[in-house]
């Protein structure tokens, strides 16, 4: 099993940034891949960005260039740098892993619990 937790959410500017972290614990070893979903009222939580355990990131075309994720391997945490926000980007950010677990040939996801970040105007 894998659990997650968040910090970083809040209250910021437009123009301003933000940086989220997700610390991982359990079987981080068998994490494949991170990265991190939004969701606002009415609408389907979307992938904003993934990091590969080789490091390939991809990114929502919405935050590309003012979103960056990252990792630290030492410390089994994934960041998310969120610079340049606007108040489309209020939403509840999830966490997410995948990883294998031996029992199905797909990948298991964990999610963190989810934290606010609110862009006002």
Request: aromatic share 10%; hydrophobic share 30%.
């Amino acid at each position: 099993q894998v659990q997650l937790v968040e910090s970083g959410g809040g209250l910021v500017q437009a123009g301003g940034s933000l940086r989220l972290s997700c610390a991982a614990s359990g079987s981080v070893s068998r994490i494949n891949a991170m990265g991190w979903y939004r969701q606002v009222p009415g609408e389907q939580r979307e992938s904003v960005a993934r990091i590969t355990n080789g490091g390939e990131t991809k990114y929502a075309g919405s935050v590309q260039g003012r979103f960056t994720i990252s990792r630290d391997n030492a410390k089994n945490t994934v960041y998310l740098q969120m610079n340049s926000l606007k108040p489309d980007d209020t939403a509840v950010y999830y966490c997410t892993a995948e990883y294998s677990t031996g029992r199905s040939y797909f990948d298991s996801r964990a999610w963190g619990q989810g934290t606010q970040v609110t862009v006002y105007s």
